[in-house]
C-alpha cells in the first residue's frame, strides 16, 4: 500500500524559507508522478507545483512561480518543496499526491487534484505578517 508521510511545516515569518518533504513508501518512486496541494481554511484546495517522475520537468502555479522549486530524489523516495520568500497568504495545510499509470505528456494535467491517486496526510505551514 502506497504511503505518503509529508513534513517540515511550521510557523515563520514573511520572507523566510521552508523546505517540505513527502516520503513514499510500498512503492517505487519513479512510477509516480508527484504533486504538491495546499488548502487554506475555507478554501478550496489548489495546486502549487508537479514533478515528472524523472525530476526532469516541473510546473508551478503562478501564484508560486520563482519562490517554489519542486525536485525529488527516487533513490529516497523523496519529493521536496522548497519555499523561499514565504508570504501570509501562502498559510495553509500542503499536501503531496502521488499519480501513477496511465501517464501525462503535459505536466499540466496534474494541475487537477483528482488525477491522483494517494495523497499525504499534510502538514500545516503558517506565515506571520
Known amino acids: 500500500q502506497v504511503q505518503l508521510i509529508e513534513s517540515g511545516g511550521g510557523l515563520v515569518q514573511t520572507g523566510a524559507s521552508l523546505r517540505l518533504s513527502c516520503v513514499a513508501s510500498g512503492c517505487t518512486a519513479s512510477d509516480y508522478a508527484m504533486g504538491w496541494f495546499r488548502q487554506a481554511p475555507g478554501k478550496e484546495r489548489e495546486f502549487v507545483a508537479a514533478i515528472s517522475r524523472s525530476g526532469g520537468n516541473t510546473y508551478y502555479a503562478d501564484s508560486v512561480k520563482g519562490r517554489f522549486t519542486v525536485s525529488r530524489d527516487n533513490a529516497k523516495n523523496t519529493v521536496y518543496l522548497q519555499m523561499n520568500s514565504l508570504k501570509p497568504e501562502d498559510t495553509a495545510v500542503y499536501y503531496c499526491?502521488?499519480?501513477?499509470?496511465?501517464?501525462?505528456?503535459?505536466?499540466?494535467?496534474?494541475?487537477?487534484?483528482?488525477?491522483?491517486?494517494?495523497w499525504g496526510q499534510g502538514t500545516q505551514v503558517t506565515v506571520s505578517s
Open positions: 499526491a502521488a499519480k501513477g499509470p496511465p501517464y501525462y505528456s503535459e505536466l499540466y494535467y496534474y494541475t487537477n487534484s483528482w488525477r491522483y491517486d494517494y
